[in-house]
């Protein structure tokens, strides 16, 4: 029973092109997540999202949108993909109220050539 | 903004010894969490320890504790007798308190434990 999980776990693809991240979370929870851990590791908040509201870091360009089907997903699109794009995206998601508690999902690693 | 800073990017250290990973932030905010994570090879991100700004009671997990000095913001991670499995990247990170825009990490500490 994997908490939060996303597919697929590798996704290699050329320029140009538009993909999408699945993420899914079986816990209930009420936030869900994006994060990008760049080829030096760091990682950095992309969105946030409950059904009230997403909050989205500036510095995220507009070629990526999150979309939220329903309350369990929250899927990453990227359009027109860059090879600076390449990177690991973990989902994660939070209860409402603990948002301290995040529940991180195995990552999809997205190589782009 | 805040700002999370760990100035080691690697450290070794012998099994069975006892090593101290550094983070100090930069925030604003009164309430607020600060957290150590740890990923391994594997990639998987796993929570080592949480500490919220309003306890003054240093957290403690098994063989892993923190320094929380909230005047210095200064959140240092304690291991002891540090296994071969303990191997990984350690990251700091900081939360609001309020709203849920998610984690600010730090550049990270990749620790290596040597036989």
């Known amino acids: 029973d994997t908490a939060v999980s996303q597919t697929p776990k590798y996704l290699v693809t050329q320029m140009g092109n538009d993909k999408s991240i699945k993420c899914e979370q079986n816990?209930?929870?009420?936030?869900m997540y994006w994060y990008k851990q760049d080829s030096k590791k760091f990682l950095k908040i992309m969105f946030s999202?409950?059904?009230?509201?997403?909050?989205i870091n500036e510095t995220v360009p507009n070629r990526f949108s999150p979309k939220s089907p329903d309350k369990a997903h929250l899927n990453l699109h990227i359009n027109s993909l860059e090879l600076g794009d390449s990177a690991v995206y973990f989902c994660a998601s939070s209860p409402s109220g603990r948002v301290y508690e995040q529940y991180f999902g195995p990552g999809t690693r997205l190589t782009v050539t | 903004a805040q700002t999370v800073t760990q100035s080691q990017p690697e450290m070794s250290v012998q099994e069975a010894e006892t090593v101290t990973l550094s983070c100090t932030y930069d925030?604003?905010?009164?309430?607020?969490?600060l957290f150590w994570y740890k990923q391994p090879p594997s990639r998987q991100m796993i929570l080592v320890i949480r500490q919220e700004a309003y306890k003054q009671q240093n957290a403690t997990e098994n063989r892993f504790s923190v320094n929380f000095q909230k005047a210095a913001k200064s959140f240092s991670l304690k291991i002891s007798d540090s296994q071969l499995g303990d191997t990984a990247m350690y990251f700091c990170a900081f939360m609001r308190g309020r709203g849920a825009d998610g984690l600010t990490f730090g550049k990270g500490t990749h620790l290596i434990i040597q036989p």
């Open positions: 816990l209930g929870h009420d936030t």
């Open positions: 999202y409950n059904n009230k509201e997403l909050i």
């Open positions: 925030t604003s905010e009164n309430n607020y969490y």
